[in-house]
């Protein structure tokens, strides 16, 4: 079946450092990748859509000078949160979609990201 | 912009009881909604999803119900179990300029299910 996996689950920076986070898609060839960070109240907003072969579109608010992605094939992912502070905290979830007819995304756990 | 409203809330019900949770999407090109249920510390996981081209689709004790005209969904649950304690979320597929796909939420339904 599809899964979405992402590494690492959990992570604690300092206020200013950066950290990577990865996202692998697996049993499927994702045909773009979208980044997500949950609030602690639940909600999402999107960060950017990744599309092989595409520019990268961000959403207002956020830029590829504070979260570069890479994307370099159908099947993995990766975002950087860089001089990360206290409200870049939350979960970062990444969904891939299957692509086709039937194109559904499926996400992965999250990257949780607790900066002091 | 783009906005899906979910309501209610939350949800508590005895086990076995029905439920019923409501969607609605102001984007009109948006033409599929996948839901969602998040278990605490578990990730967001595929539940079910209708086609603007369908009416209503069914998968086990899950009927998803989609008015296009009123941009209206409705998400039935039957028969509850304490296992189906999670947040609900609905969300609208609108095309990303060309680039592929964004879904946008809903602030998600938080069901209770009481043994």
């Known amino acids: 079946g599809a899964l979405v996996y992402q590494y690492p689950r959990r992570t604690i920076c300092k206020s200013g450092t950066s950290m990577r986070m990865e996202c692998q898609a697996v049993?499927?060839?994702?045909?773009?990748v979208a980044w997500y960070r949950q609030s602690p109240q639940k909600t999402f907003e999107l960060i950017a859509l990744?599309?092989?072969?595409?520019?990268?579109?961000?959403e207002q608010n956020f830029t590829q000078e504070k979260f570069p992605i890479s994307h370099p094939n159908l099947s993995f992912s990766s975002m950087t949160v860089l001089n990360a502070y206290l409200e870049d905290r939350g979960l970062y979830l990444c969904?891939?979609?299957?692509?086709?007819?039937?194109?559904?995304?499926?996400f992965g756990p999250g990257t949780r990201l607790l900066v002091l | 912009g783009e906005q899906v409203e979910q309501l209610p809330s939350s949800l508590i019900v005895q086990e076995g009881a029905s439920v019923l949770i409501n969607c609605s999407y102001t984007?009109?090109?948006?033409?599929?909604f996948p839901w969602y249920k998040q278990e605490p510390g578990k990730r967001l996981q595929f539940i079910i999803d209708?086609?603007?081209?369908?009416e209503r689709k069914q998968n086990q004790r899950l009927t998803l119900l989609f008015d296009k005209k009123t941009k209206h969904l409705s998400l039935h649950i039957t028969a509850t179990q304490p296992g189906d304690s999670a947040i609900y979320f609905c969300?609208?597929?609108?095309?990303?300029?060309?680039?592929?796909?964004?879904?946008?939420f809903g602030t998600g339904t938080l069901l209770s299910v009481k043994p």
């Open positions: 969904g891939a979609w299957t692509g086709g007819n039937q194109d559904t995304q499926y």
């Open positions: 969300s609208a597929s609108i095309n990303y300029g060309g680039s592929g796909n964004k879904l946008i």
């Open positions: 984007d009109s090109a948006s033409v599929y």
């Open positions: 990744s599309t092989v072969n595409s520019a990268i579109k961000y």
């Open positions: 049993g499927f060839q994702a045909t773009s």
């Open positions: 209708i086609r603007s081209n369908m």
